[in-house]
C-alpha cells in the first residue's frame, strides 16, 4: 500500500531537559519510542483491515481496490487520532483536577500544623505567663 500517515502530532514543544538530569529525560525517550511503535502497531492493523475489506469485492480493478484501502486506512487513522486526542484531553484535565485538589489538601494539612503548632505553644508560656 501506499505511504504510512504521521504519527500523532507532540502535544506540546519540549522546554530544554528536564530538571532530572538523564533519567527523566530517557524516560521521556522510552515514552515517545513507545508512543512511536504503538502507532506502527495501529498503522499495520488498519492496513491489513483495508485490505480484509477490499478483498470483499474482487470484482473491482486493482487501483479501484487499491483507493479504497488506502481510503479506508486514512479513515481509520484519523479516527484513531481523534481517540488518542480525546484521551490525551481527559488527562490533562484530570491532571489539572488532581493538581487542585492536592494543593487544597497541602493548604488544609499546613493550616492544621501550624494550628497544632500555635496551641502548643501556647500551652508552654501559658503556665509561666499565669505565675507572673
Known sequence: MGGRQRPP???SPRQ?????GGRANSRGEIARIEGYLAWEAEVAAAERAARAFAAQFPWLPDAERENLELAYTADRLRYAEEVVDRAVQRCRRLA???????????????????????????????????RL
Open 16 to 20: 530544554g531537559r528536564p530538571a532530572g
Open 9 to 11: 502530532r507532540a502535544r
Open 96 to 130: 489539572a483536577r488532581y493538581r487542585a485538589e492536592c494543593r487544597r489538601i497541602c493548604t488544609r494539612w499546613a493550616a492544621l500544623c501550624l494550628s497544632v503548632t500555635i496551641v502548643a505553644a501556647l500551652l508552654a508560656v501559658l503556665p509561666a505567663a499565669l
